[in-house]
C-alpha cells in the first residue's frame, strides 16, 4: 500500500483553461491544484459547468484548441511536464499509461469496428502486440471485466451489446496496457442502478490488484462516497473545498458543499423537505471580483463579493476556500 | 371512496416487423398485466431500470401509446372507449410532464403562448383574463410575469421544467404523469424542483403517478410506490412498508444499489449479477429468476402472481411476511451538516429581513 507521502502520479497545480474567441473569453478551469497518488482514487464533484469534464480533458490534452486554451498552470504525470511534452509522446501516454472512461460509452467507441478490434488496435500500437497475441489478451481482458462468453464478444460490435456491456468494454479498453492512471469521466452515469454498483465494484477490485490510481469525475456523492480516497468540490471552475472523504462527509465546511450535501435525497435518512441552494450556478461569461458562489450563499458580506477566497488549510489534508470557514464558532 | 385512477390488466405489446414485407416476427412486451390504483391528491411513484415498461405505462395512461388491452378510468371514466374529441377533454383532467424540458417545449413560442394555449382551449381562461390567469400559473411554479416573454432557450435547466411543470398545470388537472422529471437536473435543482412538485401537491390536491429510477427521490415524494421489472409489476407497496421490508428480491437489490452519500455505511456490494433479459423473449417463469439469488425450479417454471402480503402486493413464490425492518433515522439535527445548515438558514432570513424585496 502507498501511501500519499509517495510522489504522486499526478498533480495539477493552478491549471487555468480559457475558451473563447476574440473579446468574449470566459476561463472554465480557474486556478484548479490537486494531486492523485497510486493505488488511491481522487473525486471530483460537482454540478453542471463547473469545470470538472474540462479538468479531465485537460490532463490528457484533449481540450481543443481554438476554441481552447491553456492559460497557466502546470500538470505533472509521473514527473513528466505534459502540457509541453510534444504530441507524438502525449499520444502514446494516451490508452497506455493513462486509461479514459467517459460517460456514454455508445458514442465513445466506434460503431463500425467490432469491440475486439478497438482494443486490438490499441494493444498493437501501445504494447506492440502481434495480431494473434493482442486477440488473446483481449479476451483475457473481457474476462477480466466479467463480460460473459468473452471469446464471442470480441467479435460483436458496440451496438449488440447492452449499456452496462458497452462500460465494460471501455474499462477494458481503459486497462489494456496497464495505466498507471485511469481517469473516469462519469462511468456510471448512464447506467442503472444494480449495473453502476457492479461497475464501480469491477474498478475498485481492479484498482486493489493493479494498483491504478483513479481520477473520478461525477456529480453524485453518493458515488464519491463509495468509491473515493480523497474529494476535491468544485464550483464555476474553481475548487472550493478538498479533503479525505470521510472529513468532507462528517465536517462539510463550505456553503456550497453543505448545500449539496444537503439537496440529495437520502434513502436511509427521512426529511420532509429538501434543502435548496437558491439561484443557480452563474453563467460563465459572467465577471465575478470575488467568491463564485457569493450571488447564492446567505453569508456572504461585502468582502466575499470583491476578494476571492484563497483555499486554506483548516485541518490536516482539509482545504476549504470560504472568508467565513469555519462557520460555526468551535470545530467539533 | 373509489380511487381518482384505476388501472386494470394494462398491457401494451409492439409488434416487431422485418423485411421487405414488414412481418411480424415477434411482440415486445413493454407492459403486461399491470394493475394500480391512484388516489385523489397522493404519490403513486413507478420505479425500475430502463427498459422496465416504467414510461410505457406513464404514455399509455394518457393515451399517447394506444395500450393494447386493459381497463383505465379516470373519476369514473372509461378512458379507453373515449373518441379523439372527448379524450382531448380529458387531457384537462390528466396533464404529463416530461423527462426533458428543452424538447417538450415549442422553441418558437414564448412561455405566455406555451400557457395560454391551454388555458383558452380548455376554456379555463378567457382572453380578458388570460394575463391574470398566466400570471398565477406562474406564480404557482415560482417564475414571475416577466418570464412570460421569454423563450424557453433563455432558461435555465431548472426554470424550463417550471415551465414544464405550469404547463401541465394550467388546466388545473386532478392527476398529472411526471416522467422522470428530475432527472436530467443538477442535484441542487433537483431539490428544488422535487419541492416545488410537494408545494403544488399539498396546495391543489393534484394527484402525481411519478415515474423514475431514482429510489432516493422517490423515497422522499412517493405516498406509494409501485416496483416494475420487464413489463410486469413485481411489488407495490406504501413508500415507508417498501423502503422498511422489500419482499420482493428484486427490490430488496435496487435499495441495496442506491449509493448512500455516507461513507460510514460502507461500499455497496452489486447484488444482482447480469443485465435485464430482452423484452422480447422474456425468460419463462418468473422473469428475474435468472438475476435472481434465491432463484428455485418453481420460479423458473411458473410466474408468480401479485398476492397480497400485509399491505404489500408483490409477485414472488418465496416472499414471506418480514420479519426484519430496515432502520430508517430522522435527520440528526446534531450532525455538523445539520447544525450548519441551520446557520446558513439563518443568516437567510436574515437576509431577507433587511434587505426587502
Known amino acids: 500500500m502507498m501511501t500519499p507521502a509517495d510522489p504522486p502520479i499526478l498533480s495539477v497545480e493552478d491549471l487555468r483553461v480559457e475558451f473563447g474567441v476574440d473579446r468574449n473569453v470566459f476561463r472554465a478551469v480557474d486556478g484548479v491544484s490537486f494531486s492523485v497518488h497510486r493505488g488511491r482514487t481522487l473525486g471530483i464533484v460537482g454540478e453542471s459547468g463547473c469545470g470538472k469534464s474540462v479538468t479531465s480533458l485537460a490532463i490528457m490534452r484533449l481540450v481543443s484548441a481554438p476554441p481552447g486554451r491553456y492559460a497557466g498552470g502546470r500538470i505533472t504525470f509521473d514527473g513528466q511536464d505534459l502540457l509541453t511534452l510534444p504530441d507524438a509522446q502525449m499520444r502514446a501516454l494516451r490508452g497506455g499509461r493513462m486509461g479514459m472512461i467517459f460517460q456514454e460509452p455508445m458514442t465513445s467507441l466506434n460503431p463500425v469496428y467490432t469491440c475486439g478490434a478497438q482494443i486490438i488496435e490499441s494493444l498493437k500500437v501501445h504494447a506492440n502486440l502481434s495480431a494473434q497475441a493482442a486477440r488473446e489478451r483481449a479476451i483475457e481482458l473481457f474476462d477480466l471485466v466479467g463480460l460473459p462468453s468473452p471469446s464471442k464478444r470480441v467479435d460483436d460490435y458496440p451496438h449488440q451489446l447492452s449499456g452496462g456491456q458497452r462500460q465494460r468494454v471501455m474499462i477494458a479498453l481503459a486497462l ?85 450535501m444537503a439537496a440529495v435525497p437520502r434513502i436511509d435518512v427521512d426529511a420532509d423537505r429538501l434543502a435548496t441552494i437558491e439561484g443557480s450556478v452563474p453563467p460563465p461569461w459572467a465577471v465575478l471580483k470575488g467568491c463564485r458562489f457569493a450571488s447564492r450563499c446567505p453569508l456572504a458580506d461585502d468582502r466575499c463579493k470583491t476578494q476571492p477566497p484563497p483555499l486554506r488549510a483548516i485541518a490536516d489534508a482539509h482545504r476549504v476556500a470560504c472568508w467565513h470557514a469555519p462557520i460555526e464558532g468551535a470545530r467539533p | 371512496m373509489s380511487a381518482l385512477l384505476e388501472v386494470e390488466g394494462l398491457t401494451k405489446h409492439f409488434p416487431v416487423r422485418r423485411g421487405l414485407l414488414r412481418r411480424v416476427v415477434g411482440t415486445v412486451q413493454a407492459v403486461t398485466d399491470v394493475s394500480f390504483t391512484v388516489n385523489a391528491g397522493e404519490t403513486l411513484a413507478i420505479v425500475g431500470e430502463s427498459g422496465c415498461g416504467k414510461s410505457t405505462t406513464g404514455r399509455a395512461l394518457l393515451r399517447l401509446i394506444e395500450p393494447t388491452s386493459g381497463t383505465m378510468r379516470l373519476d369514473g371514466t372509461d378512458l379507453m372507449t373515449l373518441s379523439r374529441a372527448d379524450l382531448r377533454q380529458m387531457r384537462k383532467r390528466m396533464q404529463i410532464i416530461f423527462q426533458d424540458p428543452y424538447g417538450s417545449l415549442n422553441p418558437r413560442m414564448t412561455v405566455r403562448e406555451v400557457l395560454s394555449e391551454p388555458l383558452l382551449l380548455h376554456g379555463v381562461a378567457t382572453q380578458a383574463n388570460l394575463q391574470a390567469k398566466v400570471a398565477e400559473v406562474l406564480g404557482l411554479c415560482g417564475l414571475s410575469s416577466f418570464h412570460a416573454e421569454r423563450y424557453p432557450h433563455e432558461f435555465s435547466g431548472g426554470q424550463r421544467q417550471r415551465v414544464g411543470i405550469a404547463r401541465a398545470l394550467a388546466t388545473r388537472p386532478r392527476l398529472i404523469v411526471c416522467d422522470e422529471p428530475v432527472s436530467a437536473l443538477d442535484v441542487s435543482v ?43 409489476m413485481v411489488e407495490e407497496a406504501p413508500s415507508a412498508e417498501l423502503f422498511a421490508a422489500p419482499l420482493h428480491p428484486y427490490t430488496r437489490s435496487l435499495i441495496a444499489a442506491a449509493p448512500r452519500p455516507d461513507p460510514s455505511a460502507g461500499r455497496v456490494h ?58 430508517t433515522r430522522p435527520l440528526d439535527a446534531n450532525t455538523p451538516l445539520a447544525r450548519r445548515l441551520a446557520v446558513l438558514a439563518a443568516a437567510r432570513t436574515r437576509n431577507k429581513e433587511t434587505t426587502p424585496a
Request: proline letters at 6%.
Open chain 1, 176 to 260: 489494456a496496457n496497464d495505466p498507471d492512471l485511469l481517469i473516469a469521466d462519469e462511468p456510471t452515469t448512464a447506467l442503472d442502478v444494480t449495473i453502476q454498483a457492479q461497475i464501480l465494484e469491477l474498478m475498485k477490485d481492479l484498482q486493489d490488484r493493479t494498483g491504478t490510481a483513479i481520477l473520478l469525475i461525477t456529480h453524485d456523492l453518493g458515488v464519491v462516497a463509495e468509491t473515493c480516497d480523497e474529494v476535491v468540490v468544485m464550483y464555476a471552475g474553481t475548487v472550493v473545498e478538498q479533503a479525505p472523504t470521510a472529513a468532507l462527509f462528517a465536517d462539510p465546511q463550505h456553503p456550497y458543499t453543505i448545500g449539496l
Open chain 2, 190 to 232: 433537483q431539490a428544488q424542483i422535487v419541492n416545488l412538485l410537494q408545494d403544488i401537491q399539498k396546495q391543489l390536491g393534484v394527484a402525481y403517478v411519478f415515474i423514475s429510477h431514482d429510489l432516493a427521490v422517490v423515497r422522499h415524494i412517493a405516498t406509494r410506490v409501485a416496483v416494475m421489472y420487464l413489463g410486469r
Open chain 2, 270 to 327: 452489486a447484488s444482482v449479477e447480469g443485465d435485464l433479459p430482452s423484452a422480447m423473449n422474456p425468460p419463462t417463469g418468473c422473469a428475474f429468476h435468472p438475476r435472481c439469488p434465491l432463484a428455485v425450479d418453481r420460479c423458473r417454471a411458473e410466474r408468480p402472481e401479485l398476492r397480497t402480503i400485509g399491505d404489500t402486493r408483490v409477485a414472488c413464490h418465496l416472499a414471506e411476511p418480514a420479519t426484519m425492518r430496515a432502520q
